[in-house]
């Protein structure tokens, strides 16, 4: 595996599910990140992980929780979503989240219908 | 404010035709970086190419160029002889000079190059 993959692909839960995206990044970098996709709006920024410290929640509902073990990995657990939270949930990674020069690898994300 | 504007959105063209993506930024930072992803129908974000603020050179990468102008506060993308393969979506991203490394995108140009 090169880059960064994410598992599952595509996801359909229920409101009263709890289910976990996960992302794994062979690239040997730093820094992760979650970023959420919906129509006509722009990459929403939700989590930031530096050496598996988390660095940035950016207002995240708490619906959302974020686990990063170690460097290559992170996952995102979900429990009692909405429906507004369908959408493509990217994950991403960069050498270190510390510096803004740093270009951000992402992975193929996670196509998310909550029904 | 958006950070990141990207106006057209959505752009079709004709095989072997040039098409120009814009890019307008807002920043107070003076230093900063500009980004430009192509996101295909697969979904990952694939990185094309970053500028820092204090090099204002343009730049050619085979069929892609860049043009960055701090006077307009612009970082346009022009495709030469577009092919089908171009179609995707573009994204413009900002991350700014303040150490951490949080990309701003705007809301992408779906390209569309018809045979």
């Known amino acids: 595996e090169t880059g960064v993959t994410q598992t599952p692909r595509h996801l359909v839960m229920g409101m009263t599910n709890k289910k976990s995206l996960k992302c794994e990044q062979h690239?040997?970098?730093?820094?992760m990140y979650w970023y959420k996709q919906s129509a006509k709006k722009p990459l929403e920024l939700m989590f930031v992980?530096?050496?598996?410290?988390?660095?940035e929640n950016n207002s995240v509902p708490s619906r959302f929780s974020p686990e990063c073990p170690n460097s290559s990995h992170l996952f995102l657990h979900l429990h009692t979503l909405q429906p507004e939270d369908s959408a493509l949930y990217l994950c991403?990674?960069?050498?270190?989240?510390?510096?803004?020069?740093?270009?951000?690898?992402f992975g193929p994300g996670t196509r998310l219908t909550v029904l | 404010a958006q950070k990141v504007t990207q106006a057209q959105t959505e752009i079709s063209v004709v095989e072997k035709e040039d098409v120009t993506l814009d890019c307008v930024y807002e920043?107070?930072?003076?230093?900063?970086?500009l980004f430009w992803y192509k996101q295909p129908p697969s979904g990952e974000l694939v990185f094309l190419i970053r500028?820092?603020?204090?090099?204002?050179q343009n730049e050619i990468s085979g069929r892609y160029s860049w043009n960055f102008q701090k006077s307009t506060s612009s970082f346009n993308f022009t495709i030469t002889a577009s092919q089908v393969v171009d179609s995707a979506v573009y994204f413009c991203?900002?991350?700014?000079?303040?150490?951490?490394?949080?990309?701003?995108f705007g809301t992408g140009t779906r390209l569309t190059v018809i045979p």
């Open positions: 500028r820092n603020s204090f090099d204002e």
């Open positions: 991203a900002l991350s700014e000079g303040g150490g951490a490394n949080n990309l701003f």
């Open positions: 690239l040997g970098h730093n820094a």
């Open positions: 992980y530096n050496f598996k410290e988390q660095t």
């Open positions: 920043t107070r930072d003076t230093t900063y970086y």
């Open positions: 991403a990674s960069s050498r270190g989240a510390q510096s803004s020069y740093n270009e951000q690898f």
